[in-house]
């Protein structure tokens, strides 16, 4: 029997290219949390990179030069690659793939060029002291992000790690969940963890009295939740009252059925157009963390509230394009998906649309007006897909009894382009 071919991996760059590049995680412990290898990476970089703070705390190992990050920080990524095929050694908080310069630096320079000597992240350093099983844990990042993203996690009986920005963060966080309704929840603020300054301190969300603050450090949330609490299932098709809006937004009923018609898949590119209230874009995003959505709504107005609604939703990275399609389509990265919910029928949108539509693409469509039922009814007889026609009728009193309003009907197309 032959032998199965030998792949030639000698012009790979896994092949050709050495560990250049080393990572190393540094706490807050500084020097003395450092095993022997990195201290003798450290010492021997004839260049090592870090923000002010790892600089400070590896200071008594390193011989080379020091480099603080730059703003904005690319041109300091720019000046690691360009030393490439040199020992180059960064410095980065706890696990540098964990919100880390890490996973930045991978995006630009491949694996098997750098070496990384993680140290325990805050989320794990955080679980330790509590007592927490981490993977049963949310873990949010809000170092230099909305708090508003801490929104989705807010489970009654949840446990939820947030990483935040700076002093004033877990007082802000204490703010946001007592103004949602989530006052009585424990927050525990775990400081400087690992280092001399390390303090951990309970505090009740609603009576937050916590001063002096170290800039870093992890609040741990008890989440409990008062009767009136914005808590956001994690069923789509959320109840209209959960959402800000004018009477322009894809009701309840048929926006489960439309998400389940998009059909969602980690790390896609939605576009909403015609948006109305953001709803459809907003559930899309609330679907999985890596979701991206872009909602092109004409009115002013309504675009504000789609912001708000975002932001409330706790999925501000929700982009909003004010602009009448088709001319607002212009420019706007390739979606996997696009709803259109508004605006259908105005010439040149569905075929704009249909052409923006990458290949393997999604597209739905929902009308109520017998024009854009039209529009719908030629696209399917030329192009094919799912045609349905959905009614739906709400029970409603009726003098001293109760009888059924009928909705207006909605005829639903949904097309894959081949």
């Given at each position: 029997m032959r032998g199965l071919p030998v792949a030639d991996m000698s012009n790979s760059v896994s092949a050709i290219a050495a560990p250049w590049l080393t990572i190393i995680g540094i706490g807050e412990d500084g020097v003395a949390g450092l095993g022997d290898e990195a201290k003798q990476l450290v010492a021997t970089a004839p260049v090592v990179f870090g923000g002010v703070r790892h600089l400070e705390l590896a200071a008594p190992l390193i011989r080379g030069e020091g480099q603080v990050w730059q703003s904005p920080f690319e041109r300091s990524i720019e000046a690691i690659v360009a030393r490439r095929g040199s020992p180059v050694v960064v410095l980065g908080s706890g696990d540098p793939f964990l919100y880390g310069v890490g996973a930045t630096l991978a995006r630009r320079i491949d694996p098997s060029e750098m070496r990384t000597i993680p140290a325990p992240s805050a989320f794990s350093l955080a679980a330790s002291r509590l007592g927490w099983a981490l993977q049963d844990v949310a873990a949010v990042s809000l170092h230099g992000r909305p708090l508003d993203l801490v929104r989705p996690h807010l489970q009654p009986e949840g446990r939820v790690l947030a990483l935040t920005s700076d002093a004033n963060g877990p007082r802000a966080l204490a703010e946001l969940l007592t103004e949602s309704g989530f006052g009585?929840?424990?927050?525990?603020?775990?400081?400087?963890?690992?280092?001399?300054?390390?303090?951990?301190?309970?505090?009740?969300?609603?009576?937050?009295?916590?001063?002096?603050?170290?800039?870093?450090?992890?609040?741990?949330?008890?989440?409990?939740?008062e009767a009136h609490a914005r808590v956001l299932p994690l069923a789509c098709g959320l109840d209209d009252a959960l959402?800000?809006?004018?009477?322009?937004?894809?009701?309840?009923?048929?926006?489960?059925?439309?998400?389940?018609?998009?059909a969602p898949r980690r790390g896609e590119l939605l576009w909403d157009i015609g948006a109305g209230s953001g709803s459809i874009a907003i559930e899309w995003m609330l679907s999985d963390p890596a979701m991206r959505a872009i909602a092109i709504e004409a009115s002013p107005e309504r675009a504000a509230r789609i912001g708000r609604n975002a932001a409330s939703f706790g999925v501000p990275g929700l982009v909003v394009v004010e602009g009448?399609?088709?001319?607002?389509?212009?420019?706007?990265?390739?979606?996997?998906?696009?709803?259109?919910?508004?605006?259908?029928?105005?010439?040149?949108?569905?075929?704009?649309?249909?052409?923006?539509?990458?290949?393997?693409?999604?597209?739905?469509?929902?009308?109520?007006?017998?024009?854009?039922?039209?529009?719908?009814?030629?696209?399917?007889?030329?192009?094919?897909?799912?045609?349905?026609?959905?009614?739906?009728?709400?029970?409603?009193?009726?003098?001293?009894?109760?009888?059924?309003?009928?909705?207006?009907?909605?005829?639903?197309?949904s097309w894959t382009k081949a």
């Open positions: 009585r929840s424990r927050i525990t603020v775990l400081e400087a963890l690992g280092g001399e300054r390390e303090r951990i301190s309970r505090q009740v969300a609603a009576d937050f009295a916590l001063e002096e603050i170290h800039s870093l450090n992890v609040c741990a949330i008890e989440v409990i939740g959402f800000e809006h004018d009477g322009q937004i894809t009701k309840r009923e048929m926006r489960a059925l439309t998400l389940s018609a998009l009448q399609a088709p001319d607002a389509l212009r420019g706007l990265p390739e979606p996997h998906v696009i709803f259109i919910g508004g605006g259908g029928s105005e010439p040149g949108v569905m075929d704009a649309a249909i052409a923006e539509l990458r290949s393997g693409g999604r597209l739905v469509a929902n009308a109520v007006t017998t024009e854009m039922e039209a529009v719908l009814l030629a696209h399917h007889a030329r192009l094919g897909g799912s045609l349905i026609r959905i009614d739906i009728a709400r029970a409603s009193p009726v003098g001293t009894m109760t009888g059924w309003r009928p909705a207006m009907p909605v005829t639903h197309w």
